[in-house]
T-cell receptor, first 113, second 110 residues
Framework: DGGITQSPKYLFRKEGQNVTLSCEQN?????MYWYRQDPGQGLRLIYY???????QKGDIAEGYSVSREKKESFPLTVTSAQKNPTAFYLC????????????FGPGTRLTVL | KQEVTQIPAALSVPEGENLVLNCSFT??????LQWFRQDPGKGLTSLLL?????REQTSGRLNASLDKSSGRSTLYIAASQPGDSATYLC?????????FGAGTTVTVRA
């Protein structure tokens, strides 16, 4: 059954801690994305990767880091430098070629205590 | 910078009524436009993808139109049902990313 999985579903972090959100896909997509969603706002792009071992900053990359060592995996680390990390985080991947359709995982809700 | 606007922000209709959701964007140089559905606390589900060369796309009770020159797209949902209650987001693909609207939250009353 193809799709995108994110874990954990809920994550609680104390101030000053780094946390890592997992994203895995078995759709054989080259491109993967991380978005942040806040209430009443559209999704904002944090980082994206179009191919293994390469990634680019999106619109709000400060305080976040990523890696892309495998095609299937694109973990996101929320560092202590991120001023307001409480949000809903969504991972996505995209088909290649003319379609460019984007698919999303179920999300991780991060709360800073 | 691409700006995507969805009006209204919220909509409540009785069951059986047709839904009309609007999306506008400022830069017409897009590759495609995608409509998504989001249920509370969940990820996004892709509903329809319209390529820039297409005028409309249909799937079941859903029909989406695209007018690139005027920067508009409309999502029509026929004969709404309570199960259609959700937030609907449109997003346009340009350069290297999708730009999203804030969404329209739909409530269908039984």
């Amino acid at each position: 059954d193809g799709g995108i999985t994110q874990s954990p579903k809920y994550l609680f972090r104390k101030e000053g801690q780094n946390v890592t959100l997992s994203c895995e896909q078995n759709l054989n997509h080259d491109a993967m994305y991380w978005y942040r969603q806040d209430p009443g706002q559209g999704l904002r792009l944090i980082y994206y990767s179009q191919i293994v071992n390469d990634f680019q900053k999106g619109d709000i990359a400060e305080g976040y880091s990523v890696s892309r060592e495998k095609k299937e995996s694109f973990p996101l680390t929320v560092t202590s430098a991120q001023k307001n990390p409480t949000a809903f985080y969504l991972c996505a991947s995209r088909t290649s070629g003319g379609g460019n359709e984007q698919f999303f995982g179920p999300g991780t809700r991060l709360t800073v205590l | 910078k691409q700006e995507v606007t969805q009006i209204p922000a919220a909509l409540s209709v009785p069951e059986g009524e047709n839904l009309v959701l609007n999306c506008s964007f400022t830069d017409s140089a897009i590759y495609n436009l995608q409509w998504f559905r989001q249920d509370p606390g969940k990820g996004l589900t892709s509903l329809l993808l319209i390529q820039s060369s297409q005028r409309e796309q249909t799937s079941g009770r859903l029909n989406a139109s695209l007018d690139k020159s005027s920067g508009r797209s409309t999502l029509y949902i026929a004969a709404s049902q309570p199960g259609d209650s959700a937030t609907y987001l449109c997003a346009v693909w340009g350069d290297y990313k999708l730009s999203f609207g804030a969404g329209t939250t739909v409530t269908v009353r039984a």
